[in-house]
T-cell receptor, first 114, second 115 residues
């Protein structure tokens, strides 16, 4: 069964460093998402992406964040200058349409900022 | 605005016992409601969803949930817990606020199943 994959599974970085989290969505999906979950808190929406542009973003997704689909398979989340409060689990998801179709989630990348 | 509250960060049951995971929502319009499950080291997987059809929704692995508008609830149940049900469960709501389909998730409830 097709699945969303994410790399790395765990990333440790120092405050102020740039990180890139990578996702490979399911191949025939058109809509892509990033969510994060700070330990013990809710899963929070960050951004959605369609047709090579951001379609929605939350208040969390500020200028420190960017997303890109550099080729036909990868979908990346970049944090330019990490802060301690960026430590969280980051989930990528993809779906075939914009509506309430099931979003398929990846296993997540745990980001630890020291 | 939409929001979700999951009562209890941890729920512990014995194998074979009833599973009840609570979810209450807040929405200004009739919502769509979801339950997702996350097994260790895996992504979130959709268990079931309510989309304004039948109020009792059946999902995978023997789980079901009932939409109760008067109580603004969407509790998840399973008659008999299996060890393999041990996982994190997330309730989510989507009410198309401002044309957005993006769901709002709860904090999650960790289900612990004892032999």
């Amino acid at each position: 069964e097709p699945e969303v994959t994410q790399t790395p599974s765990h990333q440790v970085t120092q405050m102020g460093q740039e990180v890139i989290l990578r996702c490979v969505p399911i191949s025939n999906h058109l809509y892509f998402y990033w969510y994060r979950q700070i330990l013990g808190q809710k899963v929070e929406f960050l951004v959605s992406f369609y047709n090579n542009e951001i379609s929605e973003k939350s208040e969390i997704f500020d200028d420190q964040f960017s997303v890109e689909r550099p080729d036909g398979s990868n979908f990346t989340l970049k944090i330019r200058s990490t802060k301690l409060e960026d430590s969280a689990m980051y989930f990528c998801a993809s779906t075939t349409s914009r509506g309430w179709d099931e979003q398929y989630f990846g296993p997540g990348t745990r980001l630890t900022v020291t | 605005a939409q929001s979700v509250t999951q009562l209890g960060s941890h729920v512990s049951v014995s194998e074979g016992a009833l599973v009840l995971l609570r979810c209450n929502y807040s929405s200004s319009v009739p919502p769509y409601l979801f339950w997702y499950v996350q097994y260790p080291n895996q992504g979130l997987q959709l268990l079931l969803k309510y989309t304004s059809a039948a109020t009792l929704v059946k999902g995978i692995n023997g789980f079901e949930a009932e939409f109760k508008k008067s109580e603004t609830s969407f509790h998840l149940t399973k008659p008999s817990a299996h060890m393999s049900d041990a996982a994190e469960y997330f309730c989510a709501v989507s009410d198309r606020s401002g044309g957005s389909y993006i769901p709002t998730f709860g904090r999650g409830t960790s289900l612990i199943v004892h032999p």
